[in-house]
C-alpha cells in the first residue's frame, strides 16, 4: 500500500510541476528545474532528518497524541469536551 501512494504522490508532484511550468512558461528555463529538484531533495532530506536523527520525534509524538485523544473524544466526546474547556488543572 505504502508503494501506491509513494506512485500517487510521485505523479502528483509531476502534475503540479508540469502544471506550474506551463503556467509560468518555463519549460526550458534551468533555474526552474534545478531549483525544483533542490527543493524537493530538501524536503526528503529534512523528513528523514526528523524521522532517524532525533530521538525524540516531536512531530510524531505530537501526531499520534492527536490521533489518541481524537480517538477517546469518538468514545466518551461529553467528558472529552469538558476537559477540553477545565482550566483549573492548568
Known amino acids: ?36 529538484a533542490y527543493h524537493f531533495v530538501a524536503g526528503i532530506s529534512v523528513g528523514l532528518i526528523y524521522t532517524f536523527y532525533y530521538e525524540a520525534n516531536d512531530t ?13 473524544s469518538k468514545e466518551n466526546f461529553i467528558y472529552a469536551l469538558t476537559h477540553l474547556f477545565d482550566y483549573d488543572e492548568i
Open 1 to 36: 500500500m505504502k508503494i501506491v501512494f509513494f506512485i500517487f504522490h510521485l505523479m502528483l508532484f509531476g502534475f503540479i510541476s508540469y502544471w506550474l511550468a506551463k503556467k509560468n512558461n518555463c519549460f526550458r528555463n534551468k533555474l526552474f528545474w534545478s531549483a525544483l
Open 60 to 72: 510524531f509524538y505530537y501526531f499520534n497524541t492527536a490521533v489518541q485523544l481524537a480517538n477517546y
